[in-house]
């Protein structure tokens, strides 16, 4: 099982995934999003990881390592099924480190960001 929070129009939603043989439920219905992961160890600088909720090209990097990111502030904009998804800030951190390219192809669950 794996926690997200989903700011969807600045309003966060908690979610909880759990994978079943191949398939994916969830606690709560998912709109079209901007996934952010909730706080845990990281394998990454920061100890909040940002991870991408869909697969797909990672489009632009907004932040870098070092900036003060309010929550709700885009991070990545991924292009996920032909549309620029923002990944927002799950709150007020300072991003320790980026962990993608522009142009990297990325899988659902892939590391993106790590904040502090």
């Given at each position: 099982m794996k926690n997200y929070t989903i700011t969807v129009n600045g309003k966060a939603y908690d979610v909880t995934v759990e994978e079943k043989g191949g398939s994916v439920s969830t606690s709560a219905p998912v709109a079209a999003a901007a996934p952010?992961?909730?706080?845990?160890?990281?394998?990454?600088?920061?100890?909040?990881?940002?991870?991408?909720?869909?697969?797909?090209?990672?489009?632009?990097?907004?932040?870098?390592?070092?900036?003060?990111?309010?929550?709700?502030?885009?991070?990545?904009?991924?292009?996920?099924?032909?549309?620029?998804?923002?990944?927002?800030?799950?709150?007020?951190r300072t991003v320790a480190s980026i962990d993608v390219t522009e142009g990297q192809q990325i899988e659902s669950g892939a590391l993106l960001a790590t904040m502090n």
């Open positions: 952010a992961a909730a706080p845990a160890p990281s394998a990454g600088a920061g100890s909040v990881k940002i991870e991408a909720g869909a697969a797909g090209k990672v489009f632009k990097l907004v932040a870098t390592p070092g900036h003060a990111v309010k929550r709700g502030e885009t991070i990545v904009i991924l292009e996920v099924m032909k549309m620029e998804t923002p990944v927002v800030a799950p709150q007020d």
